[in-house]
Nanobody, 123 residues
């Protein structure tokens, strides 16, 4: 059974930092692309970042480039999203996704999705 379990969402102040985690199970983690998407109330789902397992390709969305960093710990089947210099517009539910193709994640067609974790940035 495939599971993607996100954690780490919380309330943060503008300019602050949070680290999200995504614990994966039930599929060959090393060979899968893992990504993060987010969705704010009344807005379309937005790609944040994705990282390929096999070849190390990483794509960052323009709105987070330079502030967010994705990392993978293949030994722990876990992906981390370090979010720095947070802004109120980063407020959203963040979803961890996984697929065996990079293109599927990039085009929001990933096979597996987590339940999401809420990030709120407010003073």
């Amino acid at each position: 059974q495939v599971q993607l379990v996100e954690s780490g969402g919380s309330l943060a102040q503008p300019g602050g930092s949070l680290r999200l985690s995504c614990q994966a199970s039930g599929f060959p983690f090393d060979y899968y692309t893992i990504g993060w998407f987010r969705q704010a109330p009344g807005k379309e789902r937005e790609e944040v970042v994705c990282a390929s397992g096999p070849d190390g390709r990483i794509y960052y969305g323009d709105s987070v480039k330079g502030r967010f960093t994705i990392s993978r710990d293949n030994a722990k089947n876990t992906v981390y999203l370090q979010m720095n210099s947070l802004k109120p517009e980063d407020t959203a539910i963040y979803y961890c996704v996984a697929d065996d193709t990079f293109a599927a994640v990039r085009t929001s067609r990933a096979e597996y999705w987590g339940q999401g974790t809420q990030v709120t940035v407010s003073s």
